[in-house]
């Protein structure tokens, strides 16, 4: 029976990170995956010549020059910047909220006129807090932007997205909301942006190289066989499963995705827009052409495809998107994290082994973090 130095639960891009790393040390890796094909959600489908983000839009962004070189080093990055447009009952509006937003919104042109029209709605907010401060998201929401935006660019869709009520969500889930006090729809303020050229399958490759991979493979189902192959184990999956639920279930959102191929060149002009009002019952539509083709080039494909996301509770099954980080759920988290932190010989990272919502960058930091401190 083969030895490794690690077996690694989860061919996403934690685990295909750590495989990498590992493997630059000398270090030999097997790496496991309950799906048919590596990459866990950046997993990228080749249909009608475009490349669909299969488990809903990824677009990497990050201020770490360090991780920036490191992705960059492995595959060419093309210069994708994230615009996305807020569609409520037709109306468009551009994302983050910035000067054009306000515009649409109020007539306004100025910064100045802007902010007092913001500051004044915000004020009239607050004096209608019983408490004087927020006490759910609807109440932080309104703090911090006013009741126009939080109406038309807010309530609807994320009452969408968790499956509550905005009243019954808890404040923290939006600490800020930025406001751009300029004529600049770029959403990300991060120092660099882009998506691989070719698709995500193309970095994930290459972060797997040399290592040996088996797919359609549940750890969990033989983890006693596994963990005698290696020195250590790197469990990127649902901590609570690991433990067989024992101090219970941990809550999830979850996304489901309606594709289609259209027989236009190009259908709504921008890779993400975001369906705010609660009629709609999808949360957003993507168009996957437009992470990869710019100008001119849009239209040298006839055809296109796009895919509409549709939020829901999760259920044992489905496919885990987003943790419910409310008071019960990271009350029951830090329980299991309390048995992590005792397992001898196993690593737990990414987002669902660490029940936490990573973007790309911060999963290759803690990745890069926590290796260090392996071979340190």
């Known amino acids: 029976m083969k030895h490794y130095d690690f077996v690694i639960a989860g061919a996403g891009l934690y685990g295909a990170t750590f495989a990498y790393l590992a493997k630059t040390h000398g270090k030999k890796s097997l790496i496991l995956d309950r799906r048919p094909v590596i990459g866990g959600n950046l997993y990228c489908e080749n249909i009608a010549g475009i490349n669909v983000h299969k488990y809903g839009a990824h677009i990497f962004h990050t201020s770490n020059r360090e991780v920036w070189d490191f992705v960059t080093r492995l595959v060419p990055f093309n210069r994708y910047t994230n615009c996305p447009v807020a569609n409520y009952k037709g109306e468009l509006y551009n994302l983050p909220f910035n ?213 829901t509770e999760w259920k044992p099954g489905m496919e885990p998107f987003y943790p419910v980080n409310d008071e019960r759920n990271m009350s029951l988290y830090n329980r299991y994290k309390a048995l992590a932190e005792k397992e001898e010989n196993v690593i737990f990272g990414g987002r669902l082994a660490e029940y936490k919502y990573y973007d790309m960058d911060k999963v290759i930091e803690a990745c890069m973090k926590t290796f260090k401190n392996i071979i340190s």
């Not at 910064?111 to 927020?134: Q, W």
């Not at 002009?269 to 705010?276: C, H, I, L, P």
């Open 99 to 311: 000067m054009n937003t306000f515009h649409a919104l109020w007539g306004v042109n100025t910064p100045d006129e802007a902010r007092r029209k913001i500051d004044l709605e915000r004020r009239e907010a607050l004096s209608r807090m019983p408490s004087g401060s927020p006490r759910n998201l609807e109440e932080q929401a309104l703090a911090l932007v006013g009741q126009k935006i939080y109406d038309i660019l807010i309530k609807e869709y994320t009452e969408k997205q968790w499956g509550r009520p905005c009243s019954e969500l808890p404040p923290f889930i939006i600490k800020r909301l930025p406001l751009r006090w300029v004529f600049d729809n770029n959403y990300f303020n991060d120092a660099f942006q882009g998506i691989p050229e070719g698709g995500y399958n193309r970095l994930i490759k290459r972060l797997t190289d040399g290592c040996d991979i088996l797919t359609e493979t549940d750890y969990l189902e033989d983890r006693k066989r596994w963990n005698e192959m290696c020195d250590t184990v790197v469990f990127t999956g649902q901590i609570d499963e690991y433990f067989d639920y024992c101090h219970g279930k941990l809550e999830y959102r979850t996304v489901r995705f309606e594709t289609e191929v259209m027989d236009t060149p190009n259908h709504q002009g921008n890779a993400v827009v975001n369906y705010t009002d609660g009629e709609t019952p999808y949360t957003r539509k993507i168009e996957h052409k437009h992470f990869e083709c710019f100008g001119e080039a849009v239209y040298e494909n006839p055809r296109t495809v796009i895919s509409r996301e549709y939020s």
